[in-house]
């Protein structure tokens, strides 16, 4: 019994090893087209309602993936409605499918959760970003500046606020 499992593992590092041989790009694909990361085994999570959701949710948000990112903090937020993780992805992945109606509900349900806090402002702050509305963007952007002068996402959605002040628009 043991040398049979002994035998599987042996087999099954051998083949992992020529298939990680043959890979001679730096960015490995899975199956459906997206990065291998995307679609890993994300055993390392702590059991938590929401835990294997959010973290599945942010790999697929990073990996540009929104709408796998929407579904994903959807169902969180569904699971346990009063994390605000949940709710910031599931907002932030709407504004990038341009649902900013479903954007705005969760904002708003977030203004109850973490009112003062610079994730929540800055995500508001670059959904009126996306959506044109640099006024807005701005007010959003400079509270979160107010809470956290050292903050780095603040920096940077202050930075890309002034190159959009820039940027030619066309009607």
């Known amino acids: 019994m043991v040398q049979v499992m002994v035998a599987k593992l042996l087999i099954t590092v051998s083949i992992v090893s020529l298939l990680s041989g043959c890979a001679s790009v730096s960015r490995q ?5 997206d990065s291998a990361e995307s679609v890993d085994d994300l055993a390392y999570v702590s059991y938590y309602a929401t835990d294997q959701l ?3 949710g942010k790999v697929q948000f990073r ?13 969180a937020a569904s699971v346990y409605p009063n994390d605000p993780m949940a709710w910031l992805g599931y907002a932030a992945s709407a504004d990038h499918l341009a649902r900013f109606d479903n954007s705005d509900m969760a904002y708003k349900r977030l203004s109850s959760m973490i009112p003062d ?3 929540y402002l800055n995500n508001v702050g670059y959904s ?8 807005q963007a701005r007010r959003y952007f400079l509270r979160a500046y107010e809470i956290d002068p050292a ?14 002040t ?4 066309r009607g």
């Open 117 to 119: 806090r610079p994730a």
């Open 63 to 75: 990996e540009r993936n929104f709408g796998k990112s929407y579904s994903l903090f959807k169902k």
């Open 166 to 169: 820039t940027t030619i628009q």
């Open 54 to 56: 959010i973290t599945e």
């Open 29 to 33: 694909l899975s199956s459906f087209g």
């Open 128 to 135: 009126y970003l996306l959506r044109g509305n640099l006024v």
């Open 151 to 164: 903050n780095e996402t603040t920096a940077n959605n202050l930075e890309l606020l002034r190159g959009s």
